[in-house]
């Protein structure tokens, strides 16, 4: 089993639109979350770290849920420069380790 | 304040070869972490070096190995290239708190 594992996608949405993803990960005992977005050919960039309170960036809402060990982002009033993939990371103990998700993959349409 | 560096930005080499590649952490961070992402693959965790040691390394053969210097810049080496080598090489680096920041890449082929 995957220690992270996301829904490939494609999201395809609607400038506009309120898009939300979800990820999995297996290790109750990992420590830090986030999210990072990833362009083609490029490196991931920290999109927001996630806190079990919940975290709000502008548009961007993330929520960590320890107990069925998910997070998730939601996206609002999406644009098409958010069209990206985004990856779901877990860090182990000690940030001896940080396991990263396959991506999800969000197209933003006109 | 400068980002997580890497050289050089293109590699390419022929099978059985060795590669060389380079980081230069943010100033301040001592953890620097090494991935592999091959074409259309996830982020795969190669090695994790903190205050010039290595903390762990991922499940990549021994081929793959790697060194961290004094002023915390670190060096990925890939002995015996074989194709499948072929990937975007990214580093991140770390301080004290849970966030990475990752460098450009190395986009390394091996024909």
């Known amino acids: 089993r995957k220690e992270v594992e996301q829904d490939p996608g494609p999201f395809n949405v609607p400038e506009g639109a309120t898009v939300a993803f979800n990820c999995t990960y297996s290790?109750?005992?990992?420590?830090?979350f986030f999210w990072y977005r990833q362009d083609c050919r490029k490196e991931p960039k920290l999109l927001m770290s996630?806190?079990?309170s919940g975290n709000e960036d502008g548009r961007f809402t993330a929520q960590l849920n320890r107990a069925s060990q998910y997070i998730s982002l939601l996206i609002r009033d999406s644009k098409l420069s958010d069209s990206a993939t985004y990856l779901c990371v877990v860090s182990g103990v000690n940030f001896n380790k940080f396991y990263f998700g396959s991506g999800t993959k969000l197209n933003v349409k006109p | 304040e400068a980002g997580v560096t890497q050289s050089p930005t293109h590699l390419i080499k022929t099978r059985g070869q060795q590669a060389t590649l380079r980081c230069s952490p943010i100033s301040g961070h001592t953890s620097v972490y090494w991935y592999q992402q091959a074409l259309g693959l996830g982020l795969q965790f190669l090695l994790w070096y903190d205050e010039g040691e290595e903390r762990n390394r991922g499940n990549f053969p021994p081929r793959f190995s790697g060194r961290q210097f004094p002023n915390y810049s670190s060096e990925l080496n890939v002995n015996a290239l074989e194709l499948e080598d072929s990937a975007l090489y990214l580093c991140?680096?770390?301080?004290?708190?849970?966030?990475?920041?990752f460098g450009p890449g190395t986009r390394l082929t091996v024909l």
């Open positions: 290790n109750s005992a990992s420590q830090s």
């Open positions: 991140a680096s770390r301080s004290r708190g849970d966030t990475q920041y």
């Open positions: 996630v806190y079990s």
